[in-house]
């Protein structure tokens, strides 16, 4: 996520240092970027003049130091609460007094995380969704400590950016965006566990019926479409039947025990030992910006 995050800025016109432990992983984050700037210009989102200075603008380093005068720092290490705290308390050593902190993390609450930083009022998340460079959202949310300057501070940052970032306006695990997503994972997993139905017809299903509605109706619009008395009878009939497990199910323990992780490692739910990793990423990045392109056709692109 961060070299996708780094060029969002960048192309903005912003000046972007980039951090991590492994030189090598600087390399890729070039190659990446040139990629996927050679993509945007392939369907028109940015022209060559605007994509030529974008790497002039980003510095990589793997000290901490260097983002000493950094106005905001994101954070998007790994989805670990220790590596993270672990972080915050480095960078506390060197960020100004009016440095504004964030977080990409798509699950630990801030208020897991706010002491460490030293800031917990100049503190909030910036979650990005893959692929950040295509996806204009991004959750923004107001922790118990946050200050009200500090979300309106980040949520400019954002907008001046080019982005659709949405307020959060209390710290839940998950945000909001993944607190859906969860909701429909659980109920999808329960169904293919109890033999109700394949995982490749559930996902055939999901992604002709009602996935192509969501960005014309929403989930909550959608209901207002089709008849809140319609609503009301399918929740009284259906919501005391749906799976209400409180942690993973065992099918995906073991997947992750036995070392199957999905497309990374060739195997999850299904097969994808045949499956390039690289190219795989690329066809749907080009079907993203298909869809994407779509949608600005017919004016449903969020701004």
């Known amino acids: 996520m961060g070299h996708g995050i780094a060029q969002v800025f960048a192309l903005a016109g912003h000046l972007v240092t980039v951090v991590d432990t492994e030189p090598a992983a600087f390399q890729a984050a070039r190659r990446k970027i040139t990629r996927n700037l050679e993509l945007m210009q392939e369907y028109a989102l940015v022209s060559e003049a605007q994509a030529a200075p974008v790497l002039e603008r980003i510095t990589f380093t793997t000290t901490l130091a260097q983002l000493g005068g950094a106005a905001l720092v994101i954070e998007a290490v790994t989805e670990s609460l220790d ?22 993390t798509s699950s630990i609450p801030i208020r897991a995380m706010a002491d460490a930083t030293g800031r917990p009022d100049r503190f909030t998340t910036t979650h990005f969704f893959r692929p950040a460079y295509l996806c204009p959202m991004v959750e923004v949310t107001k922790g118990e400590a946050t200050s009200e300057a500090t979300v309106e501070a980040v949520l400019a940052l954002l907008r001046g950016a080019g982005l659709r ?9 998950g945000q909001v965006a993944n607190r859906l997503r969860q ?35 929403g989930v909550i619009r959608d209901r207002d479409l089709a008849g809140l008395e ?13 799976c209400n497990a409180d942690r993973g199910h ?54």
């Open 165 to 173: 970032p949405v307020r959060i306006n209390q710290d839940l695990p």
């Open 83 to 104: 590596v993270k705290r672990a972080v915050y308390a480095e960078l506390a050593q060197h960020l100004e007094p009016g440095a504004l902190l964030a977080s990409n």
């Open 183 to 217: 909701a429909l994972f659980r109920e999808a997993l329960d169904l293919v566990d109890r033999g109700v139905i394949s995982a490749e017809d559930l996902d055939e299903l999901a992604a002709f019926s009602f996935s192509p509605r969501m960005p014309l109706m």
């Open 230 to 242: 319609i609503a009301l009878s399918g929740a009284d009939s259906v919501w005391p039947d749906l």
């Open 250 to 303: 065992q099918t995906l323990r073991d997947l992750v025990r036995g070392g199957h992780f999905g497309l990374k490692t060739g195997r999850g739910f299904l097969d994808w030992s045949q499956v390039d990793f690289a190219a795989h990423w690329e066809h749907l990045e080009r079907q993203q910006l298909e869809i994407y392109a779509a949608m600005r056709r017919i004016d449903l692109w969020p701004t």
